[in-house]
C-alpha cells in the first residue's frame, strides 16, 4: 500500500557535494518521523539524520554541520543534502518513514523502508 523511492546516489571525490531524495507514495494519511540511515559494508546499520512531522531534526555526530535534513509534507518527500563529504560517508543509505495508511476501512501504521542508494566517496 505504501512505497518509499530514493534517488541521488552516486560517485563523488571527498569534499564534494550529493543530494538524496525519497519519495513516499500510496495511500497515505499521515507521515509521521522520517529519516535516513547507511550502511557501511562490514558494519551495522546507523542513523544518520531523523525529522519529525514538526520539522524536529536529529543527526548523528559524525555528520552535524555537513549533512541537512528536510521534508515536504505537501509531496511526501524527504531529502538529505550532502555536503563535505568524505570517505567514510560511503554507505548505502536508505529512507525510512513512519507512516499512518489506509487499507479497506482502516487506518494502520508502520515503518517503511526504502531499497537504499549507494554513496561512493573517494579520497
Known amino acids: 500500500q505504501v512505497q518509499l523511492v530514493e534517488s541521488g546516489g552516486g560517485l563523488v571525490q571527498a569534499g564534494g557535494s550529493l543530494r538524496l531524495s525519497c519519495a513516499a507514495s500510496g495511500t497515505i494519511r499521515r507521515i509521521n518521523a522520517m529519516g535516513w540511515y547507511r550502511q557501511a559494508p562490514g558494519k551495522p546499520r546507523e542513523l544518520v539524520a531523523t525529522v519529525t512531522s514538526g520539522d524536529n531534526t536529529n543527526y548523528a555526530d559524525s555528520v552535524k554541520g555537513r549533512f541537512t535534513i528536510s521534508r515536504d509534507n505537501a509531496k511526501n518527500t524527504v531529502a538529505l543534502q550532502m555536503n563535505s563529504l568524505k570517505p567514510e560517508d560511503t554507505a548505502v543509505y536508505s529512507c525510512?518513514?513512519?507512516?499512518?495508511?489506509?487499507?479497506?476501512?482502516?487506518?494502520?501504521?508502520?515503518?517503511?523502508w526504502g531499497q537504499g542508494t549507494q554513496v561512493t566517496v573517494s579520497s
Open positions: 525510512n518513514a513512519d507512516i499512518t495508511y489506509f487499507n479497506r476501512g482502516y487506518y494502520y501504521t508502520a515503518d517503511y
